[in-house]
Each structure stands twice: as structure tokens, then as C-alpha cells.
């Protein structure tokens, strides 16, 4: 496929950089969508969407979690020329009682997949990862790794924690290759732990004592809200890891394998490149 540019929406995130940077590495010329950049765009202020979607031939899509832009936000860049949308979703929209569709973010997921599906024009590519292993190493369970403890309301449940420069991989393959269209990729890496195998995984090779405690739901939204925390952000959070702690998350997928011929990174080369790179100092 010959392009002009691809738009990386979320191209300051854990996924959307990687893709940034691994197109960049291929010669692609890659437009970041952020607030920050320039052009500017910003989700909830259609006003900036032409500006970001001129001359652009790919999308690379990360959508606004709690909010249901993704269609209109697609119908646009339809009306724009856009040839090609790589989305990234998530592991169990399609999977009965994964989700709790009352959460924003599960419908955004939903709705986001249906829209995409629907585009006339554009090919499409569905990206779904479960946990990202860069949660440990770059935001959501970085603190309580610093902090010697992860304290979660996962139980004794294990996932297949897939590293976030395998599911960039894979956007790239489908944003800059043929015979990606209409494909859905589940993303995982190639064994599951629990949270304690997590734990020692970190521990091994950070140079620092991590363990598991884990912790009912109930209680950790008590703790939560002691600490200040609104009680729909306690329940909300304690829903997100409710599939890890239901044994849900702990299957093995082969959308790595099927995009790229490869075996997906093992979480032990991810924590032993994130404790080179400084993550848990």
C-alpha cells in the first residue's frame, strides 16, 4: 500500500507511540492526534478533526474510553479519503459476561467495533490485546510496584499479559501491509501468570522485593474511598479486573502469530528491558 501519512491517534500513549515510532522506522510519515500536537486534536471538539485527517491515507484508532466518538469520528474520515482503519479494541467485546456493558468504557469498545465494521469504504483491521504488560512498567500498577506491594482485588486468576510493542507491531503490519483487511487479531503473549508469578516475574529481575496481596472487592473499595477515591472510580476499577480475577483472561490468542509469523514477547524479556530501561527505580 502506497501512503502519504498515517494518523496515529493516541500517539502519546502506551500503544500509539510505539506505532508512531515503529512507522517512523520504516520511512512512513506518521501524524501524532493529541492535544499537544499540530495540528491539534482534541476528541470532544469535532472542529479539530479536518485539520488532523487532511492528506491522511491510515488511521491508526485509539478511542476516547466513556464516550461514543469512534462512529462519528470514522463517518468523517470516510468523507475524507481515508483508505485504511487499524482499531484498537479490547479482549471480551465479543465474549458474553466479559464486559459490564453498563461501564462507559465497555460501551465505547462495543460501539467503536459495530462502527468500524460498518465503514463502507475503508478497509479495517481490529486490534484486541488483553493487559498490556507495560501496566507494570508505565502507569495504572507502576505506584504499587514502586511501592514493594500489589494490593488488587484480582484473586488467584492469571493473564496473558501481552507486550505493548507486539500489539504495535501488529498495527503496523496492518496500517502499512496487505492482506490485513477485515481481520480481528486477538492479542496475547505466549503464557499466563497470576499476579503473584507477576510479582516474582518483577521481582527477579528489578532488584527490588514486589509481592501480591490480594484483597477482596469489597474491601478495596472501602480502602479506596478512605483514601479519597469517588466510589463509582473504586468499582470501576475493581469491574476492570474483574475478568483476571474471574479466570477470564487467562486463554492464550494467536493474532501475534497470525500478523507477523511470530511468537508474541515473553512478560520475562518485557520486565527484564523494563528494569534495564530504569522502570521500577
Request: proline letters at 5%; aromatic letters at 8%; zero cysteines.
Amino acid at each position: 500500500m502506497t501512503q502519504h501519512t498515517i494518523l496515529v491517534l493516541g500517539g502519546t500513549g502506551t500503544t500509539g507511540r510505539r506505532v508512531a515510532r515503529q512507522l517512523g522506522e520504516l520511512g512512513h510519515s506518521v501524524r501524532i492526534g493529541s492535544r499537544s500536537a499540530d495540528p491539534r486534536f482534541d476528541w470532544e471538539s469535532a472542529a479539530t478533526w479536518d485539520a488532523v485527517l487532511d492528506g491522511v491515507d491510515a488511521v491508526y484508532l485509539v478511542p476516547f474510553d466513556g464516550a461514543l466518538l469512534t462512529r462519528p469520528f470514522l463517518a468523517r474520515a470516510e468523507e475524507r479519503g481515508v483508505r485504511r482503519i487499524v482499531l484498537l479494541s479490547g479482549r471480551g467485546v465479543d465474549a458474553p459476561g466479559y464486559m459490564d456493558l453498563s461501564q462507559p468504557a465497555a460501551r465505547t469498545h462495543v460501539d467503536g467495533e459495530a462502527a468500524v465494521r460498518a465503514t463502507r469504504s475503508p478497509e479495517w483491521t481490529v486490534v484486541r490485546p488483553g493487559w498490556f504488560a507495560q501496566n507494570f512498567s508505565e502507569g495504572f500498577f507502576l505506584d504499587a510496584v514502586r511501592s514493594g506491594e500489589l494490593k488488587l482485588p484480582g484473586g488467584d486468576g492469571a493473564a496473558s499479559f501481552v507486550d505493548a510493542e507486539d500489539i504495535a507491531a501488529v498495527a503496523v503490519a496492518a496500517l502499512t501491509e496487505d492482506g490485513h483487511a477485515g481481520r480481528t487479531y486477538e492479542l496475547s503473549g505466549p503464557r499466563a501468570l497470576t499476579l503473584g508469578e507477576v510479582a516474582a516475574e518483577i521481582s527477579a529481575v528489578s532488584g527490588r522485593t514486589v509481592r501480591y496481596a490480594p484483597v477482596a472487592p469489597v474491601d478495596f473499595v472501602a480502602e479506596m474511598t478512605a483514601r479519597g477515591w469517588s466510589r463509582g472510580d473504586a468499582e470501576g476499577y475493581v469491574e476492570i479486573l474483574s475478568p483476571v480475577r474471574r479466570g477470564l483472561d487467562a486463554h492464550l490468542s494467536t493474532g501475534v502469530q497470525e500478523a507477523l509469523g511470530r511468537q508474541p514477547r515473553d512478560f520475562a524479556a518485557f520486565a527484564a528491558d523494563a528494569a534495564a530501561a530504569g522502570a521500577w527505580v
